[in-house]
């Protein structure tokens, strides 16, 4: 199979950007990811990776693609419906994650008793609730919603109680390499900006179209035109950001996540998804 899903995309958009006509998917843990960059055994990571002070120690970031936050997800006929309800609670959960500390943190906090059940793959921790073995599961919500669209049945899970974390999750890249971060930050920023330019895949791809919003919107032209028009290749490969976004978080999708009045919209429109200036 093809590789497939929003962090995917997001790395055609690098590759896109870069004139880069094939992508290396690599299959890595929460564990594993920090150390792979690290080592150079991949030259970009996007897998909902949280930016955090001492991650940054480690490693670099790039421009934040999705803004999140921890929920919880139980069935349906589960009476919990958040935090203060999870005392005594057995709680799923990926093991080395930014998840796992921010429950600990809340449950003691709260001075509850509770059980932590750790696994190496959020998939396995997801499993471990379907089997019955914890009564929530819990990770970033775009997550959960994900998971929840894979179950035989979704109406049998729900995703419940408000965002107790706030997780930025972007690329991330060996330190100290300007010119790669440059690539990976403005790739990223090509496709925030053809959506508040107005240029969608299929416009990217009509000359004529092109021509109609790059002819009176100079910002439009130096997009077009910069770099040999490498802000355009990701878009036209898979779209700008709006289009990525709604492949699969749209309201058609199983996995819907409402953008509007979030973080991820556009900064012109109330968010704080905005590019650099393209100069």
């Known amino acids: 199979g093809r590789m497939v899903g929003f962090d995917a995309d997001f790395c055609w958009v690098v590759a896109a950007f870069i004139d880069v006509a094939r992508v290396e998917f690599v299959n890595l843990t929460a564990a594993s990811r920090i150390p792979a960059v690290v080592a150079g055994s991949v030259d970009v990571v996007f897998r909902t ?11 670099d970031f ?22 203060d309800d999870l005392n005594g609670a057995r709680i799923c959960v990926h093991a080395g994650t930014t998840s796992e500390r921010n429950i600990t943190d809340q449950m003691r906090a709260r ?9 190496a793959e959020a998939a396995q921790a997801f499993q471990g609730l379907v089997q019955g073995r914890c009564d929530v599961f ?40 300007s010119k790669w971060a ?21 416009i990217a791809r009509d000359p004529a179209r092109l021509a109609a919003i790059t002819g009176r919107d100079p910002v439009a032209k130096n997009f077009a035109e910069l770099k040999g028009g490498a802000g355009l290749r ?41 590019s650099r200036p393209w100069r």
């Open 182 to 202: 440059d690539a990976v930050k403005y790739a990223v920023w090509a496709v925030i900006l053809a959506e508040e330019l107005g240029i969608t895949q299929a």
């Open 49 to 59: 990776t949280t930016v955090t002070l001492t991650r940054d120690d480690q490693v």
């Open 62 to 83: 790039g421009p934040v693609t999705f803004f999140d936050g921890q929920r919880l997800l139980v069935r349906s006929d589960s009476k919990i419906n958040g935090l």
């Open 111 to 119: 001075n509850f008793r509770f059980q932590l059940i750790t696994f």
């Open 234 to 274: 990701p878009v036209r490969l898979v779209g700008n950001y709006g289009e990525i976004y709604d492949r699969y978080f749209g309201p058609r999708q199983r996995t819907a996540i409402t953008r509007e009045g979030t973080r991820n919209m556009l900064a012109v429109k109330g968010g704080a998804m905005a």
């Open 138 to 177: 819990t990770t970033d919500g775009s997550q959960l919603a994900a998971f929840r669209a894979t179950a035989p049945n979704p109406a049998d899970f729900k995703v419940v109680g408000k965002e107790f974390s706030d997780e930025p999750l972007a690329p991330m890249f060996q330190e100290n390499d």
